[in-house]
């Protein structure tokens, strides 16, 4: 089978559907973030997929280069929260951080 | 009287009164109980004075040229675009024959209940600020001809009446406070709903010839003025007119408070303030039934028509249901409660005859109640001051040593009981009058009159319990009542007299615009049930 | 004299004794002696009817004078035309005689009452009671209109529990009041359904406007069986207020109020307002509905009779026997003797207040004893007493040369007519038996009251004899019970003026095919309304009655010497021991004296019932109602019974219109926010799937 | 199967591979490292799909910048030394139910059941220029936003990280 | 895109433009003059002052601003009209107010040495929410939403002092990002289908082409979840009460009212720019029958606004009773959207006019009460109104108006719901939303019932308001009654914004 835009959509749901995976079952904040960033890779995936098989000019390859920027930007302002959480709390683990509740 | 805006003094006498008692400083707190007794006192004189001016050959009820004092103003009016129509609402109010006696009642009690608030002395001022804020709400109640101002001194009053109990009243105030504003609350978005689609539903032509969708009651009586697929529209072959009435009739049947949603008023009675009671059975319930006659008649003729069955049954239930309950009760004040929601009954029975004399009787038993009940929450208010307790087996003998008093509620007594020569009998007989010679609802009439046998057998068992036997020697030391509580007394029982011996007097007032409503009624049923229903 | 000023006249009659009361109880805390205000009052206005009873009948004997009023105007009613309530007065022969009667006695028992109720702490107001109730009575005698009649009907019960309860201390007293009240309720709303089916039908109440339209063939709701209703509903009133069975309950109890209140309303004038109404109403009674009256007349009297035999208390026994009477006077009415009825109504009135007054006397003498038990003898000390006494007893035992003899024998006669002409025998039986047992219980209570010895020493020495002001008012009764007043012959009533000129049957109205064919003259009616009518027996019944006169007078005058000897029998000589008879027939005895166990009869089946049907109900208004409306309020009971905090969350004031559902829905969402995020984003995936399969097109 | 299917089956197996890695093992390093494939092999799909600069941006800024940002969030929240970096898991149960059904789901529609446009591709040119371009013209909104956010990331970061003595004297 | 157009661009944008350099202001001042921080606050209230004059001067102002070169249509990034001027309007307004708060706040006090960034965060988040209202195009709108969002994460852990500040911080950052992961995946869809991420195209590309529904579908939920995070509606509101308890109480009643309208705003325009296809001329929105947006809003609204108000019952903390309230609000709102019409789009501008004011209240009476208290429990709050009768009666208000009864703003807000709801003939979903208002009073009465039927203890507080928090009180409160009695002048002001630019 010759490899197409689906191939490309298989790795990018695949990715996307392990980075929610990862952000949902990791304890350690810092690997919830590692989630995120497939999650985002995959979308990026998808954009540039897309943008190559439709045909649809360069826009797609713009779009991902600002997710990706995007990314280090949220990044950035993550891991600054979560080593803030690690001050306060002495442990990064998210299922623990559960004060703010019913 | 022209261009005298009495209908606005009456109902805003009250808030300056409030202004008035926020700003007085708190060290002279004492001052709002005259400020509060000013302002219902100018009430009531404005009262006497719309009365004694009002012609009583005015029918009123659907065309605005016979309802009379009318003020009319442009209050909002945003104007429109394609998509969304002209929004008109007006500052309309003006009396016809059915409002004029709730007026009088309103300020008549208010005066009276203010007079019974003298002796409240936890946050004085707040008291009278709330108090009079509700006395605004429920004139403004009686005096709205729009749809929408209304509405809005419908719910004025919810959230006074709540601090009122819920502030001032007994040990389960605030589940008492809470139940009437819940319930309240919950009949009220049901008369948004239907206010709002009634308001789709037809249009108002203006003077420049626009037509334009109206809050206008009178306007939404006319069948004429309902567009073609108004969501309650009787020309609108898929309308919601049924639905939309028992929505309304719901929202109504609450304030009554109609069986079964009549739970809250045992409560609010029992926990309220003796005044807050006597406000809350002498106007506040008559809110419910006036709304019925005042909207949900005139402005669904057809299907009150065919829910009349159903809206005496209710009546029937009310008299027979809270008059059992009321037999059964320990509380005094609860009793009354009771018999509160038995004496209402009276009034949606006469209501759901839709004949001259039915209506008549209620509307005069709507004022008779509200006298009559007013005195005996306040009967229970002297004693419930003097004696701490409510307990009807707590007592015994009192007769003898409040033997002023006892005459005072003899008098209450008797009136509620029906007895001919006080004015609770003649608004009853004329209910049965009416409800009787209306064939369908016959049956639920004669079943009805063993209302005023129950009545008879709880009210005596309660004389006999308080008042007659021998003195119990806890109460050895109670006052007999004093010239504030003669001042409360004594016009109540005079009106209780007076009309009783010659009701004419508030009958004349209403009979032109009840004669008005039922030939409505009997007439527009055609208009109003072209398709559809 | 004008007729308005005879109207006039008779309006300030009515409205004297009420001015009488509202004197007395607005001011009589401060002036003590204000009772002789109300006295003189009532003295005046018994003078007042005397002329006014002889300016009727020497000027106006056979008009009627009308004075009405609108009430209320409904204006022009849709669909109706002009609707009004009128009120107004009719003043006719009777009801001037109802004026000198109900004046007279009222005015007797305000005498005697000075003496009887001295050092009473309400002293004052007891007058003023007695001035409200008769204010109310002359009201009823008054007016010309079904709902004027009412309303002074009301306010006769309301003096009435007024009075009974006077001494309301007495828990009985209080007891009696409510009960009296309450069972007259009963037959008041009987009488109002039958003024609403009048006032529907016709639009009026006035009497006279209703009998033109029933004698115009205009049937209430165009049917017959709504006449005999309409009929029979307004009897029904008449029922509760002359105690006739089954509601004449309350009349013994009633006993508790004053002696002189028990003379004046409960034996003389109130109780005979019902007779009064269905004589005012007799026109329009159908067949069907004579017939009832008959039957529940006749039989109350027999029921009162067979209870009075074995009462012990001297009241009990003269309530029953006025009970007893009542029915006699109903049954005459029933049986067509409409005449007869009303001439037993003044005679009874005159010698039963004797006898309430002489029994009154006795119990003032035996300080406030009332049982026959301890009595005896008093003759010896209380000679006037005994007198009037005795004379009122041959009088209500239908003795020769007494009123009683005069009325009683018409009422006898009336019914045996009635049994000959329809066949309804067992009216007539029943009637002739309660002669001999009338005979018997009041003969009885005299030798127990008067005769043999004292049983109660102490009590007995005592008993004096009753000053001129309480002796006073028994000699004028008694001697209004002799048969002169009324007869020039004292075997023939017919032959008195009250028969042959004051009173006469009215012509009935009724159409004839409902009517007994003998009220039907076959002598044209006078068409004018407020005109007296004459005699209007059709020549058939004139005869019947004519012919059954002498077998019915020699019957009771046999059979009221039966009783008499009887009771000396047992009580004088002693020949028969009660005791043992009682004994014997035990259970008879028994029935008779606990009153046909009625009184358990309606507890068990009416009062008791009601009294838990309203504990049920209010249980369930708590409960079961409030709790479905609050959403189920039990089932959030029993979650709180789960969790405690839920509970104080109720009690804290939050049980609402629903805390069932607002409480499990908060709970279900609350269990949603758990405070881990990554929960969340696994519940936002899971809401992601959920929505994407609910809207996607799949 | 040509050698670009064959570079595309092998990228695509790291991909998913090492980023399955990275969310199920239990050390973190580990699944730092792995994401450091992860990151290399979606910048080969990159390379493939004719993104030459993105796959360019994609090395520098993913696996010089954030990933080495994160391993020194894992260095800074861990006391190596003294313990051992591993993490727990949580919602295991749930994830693999909802997710599953949520991966299958998308992969089932959005690999093989849509009929995207294709259109005949161009030949792979140097795309540098053109984003260049792009991104001066028509993106040039979006691009100056995106300084600004950069600043905000920026000041924000700053502030939180910065040890606020006084702050926590209190 | 040539020069010119890139000037007129500009010049669509000058609030913008004006926001932006009072950011850097900010920073700039904060650097060079970093011992006057004093003077921040106003600074930023001049620049949010001017900005504001210039919103309103360029009201009526429409175009496209930045369109690309090769665009066949005359479309751009921003759509520039008077509905999003409008929300600006509203976000300014909010944003003034908030500057003001934070100035009272004891929260952002304590951390005086950072209010340099505390202003550069918050208008940061401005300019998101600014670019929000406008943006037709999907990557702007992600990014400026991303904007907004990383201005929020941190400033919902600004307080860095509070522990709950910092797990706020950190849900929300974690769940921001999954939310905007899953909006761009789904963006990535759409582009993949329609070739474009400008809504105009879209909106062409859907009445134009075949499309396979089930896909779209899906990228539009996944989009939705995005929006749904930002206007916080069930079931993507999880964050909202964590992290409104949590942050610093400025910053939560920001979210709940500038960033809710923004959300709204944007969601709104996505809808209507990308989705209708005419509008008839009762105002009803005629939409392509790709995607049932009726249905899941409904249903999206509904359970809105009965989680939020059950929820909220049951809350002892007020900020986060209020929280809850916000996210039943939101229901109330989304029903507006539902309608899909004029009128409802009309009936959330009107709603959110009153919202900002009495929200923006009521939560500043709570801060002030805390600021005394230092708690904002409900408990604490016993016979609060009788010992501090201006500020109980001023939150009675507030919260009577939230619960929408007459005779306050609330009620008009509600009452053009429920109108637009009626003339839609959507009854059912009518009285669903009129008996969780009759739910929500529960709740918010619970507070006046605490405040007032509850006798004081020693602890309840006297509070002194200083003449300034005064009379900022009566700047809400006192148009929170008169809006209730005479709201011509906001209605009349929303109805001319509710002209959108374009289709």
Redesign the interface.
Known sequence: M?????????????????????????????????????????????????????????????????????????????????????K??N?????E?????? | MNGFPILTLLTFIPILGMIAVLVIPKDKANLAKYIALIATGIQVVLAIVLLSNFNYNAGGIFEQSSFQFIEKFRWIHIKGLSWIGTVKIDYFMGVDGISVPMVLLTAIISFIATLSSWKINKSVKGYFAMFLLLDTGMMGVFVSLDFFLFYVFWELMLLPMYFLIGIWGGPRKEYAAIKFFIYTLFGSVFMLLVMIGLYFSAHETLADGSQVFTFNMLALMDAANYTADGILSPFNPENLRFIAYIALFVGFAIKIPMFPFHTWLPDAHVEAPTPISVILAGVLLKMGTYGILRISYPMFPEITRELMWFIALFGMINIIYGALCALAQKDFKKLIAYSSISHMGYVMLGMASLSTTGINGAVLQMFNHGTITAMLFLIVGVIYDRAHTRGLNDFGGLATQMPVYTGFVTVAFFAAIGLPGLSGWVSEALVFVGSFGVEVIRTLAIISTLGILLGAGYMLWTLQRVFLGNLNEKWKDLKDIDGREYAMLIPLTLIILFLGIYPSALLDVMNTSVNSLVHFLSTNVTNFSISGL | MSELFIINISIAILFLPLLGFAVVILFGKRFPKLYLFEVGIITINLLLSIYVMVVKFSSYINDALVYGFTWIDFGNVPLLGPLNIELGVKIDNVTVIMFFVVNLISMLVHVFSLEYMRGDKRFNRYFAYLGIFTFSMLGIVISHNLLMIYIFWELVGLSSYLLIGFWYEKKSASDAGKKAFIVNRIGDIGFFLGILILFTSYHTLTLDSIFAQIAAGNLPFDSAAWLTATGILIFLGAVGKSAQFPLHVWLPDAMEGPTPVSALIHAATMVAAGVYLVSRIFVMLTADAMLVIAVVGAFTSFMAATIALTQNDIKKVLAYSTVSQLGYMVMSLGVGAYAFALFHLVTHAFFKACLFLGSGSVIHAMHHEQDMRQMGGLRKKMPITYAAFLISTLAISGVPLTSGFLSKDGILAGSLAFGSLTGHWLIPILGFVVALMTAFYMFRLVIMTFHGEPKNQHKFDHAHESPFVMAMPLVILSVLSIFIWYTPLPHSPDAGWFLSSWVKTPHTVVPAELSYDFMISETPVVEDQYSEHAVVHSEKYTEAMHHAHYPAMFLSVFLGGLGILLAFTMYQWKKIDPDKLSNKLSWLYKFSLNKWYLDELYDATFVNPTIYLSKALAWFDNTIVDGIVNGAATVTKFFSAISGWFDTYIVDGFVNATAFFSGFVGIAFRKLQTGKVQTYIVLVVFSVLALIFIISPF | MELYDIIFYLFAAITLLSAFIVVTSKNIVHSAFNLLFTFFGVTGIYVLLGADFIAVVQLLVYIGGILILLLFGVMLTNRITSVDIRTGTVHIIPAVIGIGILWGALTAIIAFKTNWIVKPADSMEPTTVGLGNLLLTDYVLVFELLGILLLIALIGAASIARREFEELKD | MDLNGLYESIALIKPEIVISLTLLAIVLFDLILSNSKKLLPFIAATGLAVTLVIQIIELSTTGYAFSPQNATLFYGMLSVDSFGAFFKVIILVSSLLIVYFSAVTDEIKQSFDRLGEYYTLIFGMILGMMFMTSAIDLILIYLSIELLSLSSYVLAGFTKIRQRNNEASLKYIIYGAVSSGMMLFGISLIYGMAGSTNLVELNNFIQSGSINLVTFSIALILIFAGFGFKISVAPFHFWTPDVYEGAPISITAFLSVASKAAGFAVLIRFIRVGFVSYVDSDGFWRLSEVFDWQALLVIISILTMTLGNFSALWQDNLKRMLAYSSIAHAGYMLLGLAVLSNQGAFAILVYFSFYLIMNIGAFFVVMLIANKLGSENIDDYNGLGLKSPFLGVALGLFLVSLTGLPPTAGFIGKLYLFIALVDAKMIIVAVIALLNTVVSLYYYIRVLKKMYLSNPTEDTPEIKTSAMNTIFILILAVPTLVFGLYFAPVVDFAKMCISFFGV
């Open positions: 010759e490899v197409g835009l689906s191939h490309f959509l298989v790795v990018s749901t695949a990715l996307f559907s392990l980075g929610i995976y990862g952000v949902v079952t990791r304890k350690n904040a810092v690997m919830v973030l590692m989630g995120i960033e497939l999650i985002l890779n995959a979308a990026n995936i998808n954009f540039i997929a897309f943008s190559r098989y439709g045909n649809f000019g360069l826009n797609g390859q713009a779009i991902a280069l600002f997710v990706i920027v995007l990314a280090a930007a949220e990044a950035a302002i993550a891991l600054a929260i979560v080593l803030n959480i690690y306060t709390y442990h990064v683990n998210v299922d951080i559960e004060d703010l509740k019913e």
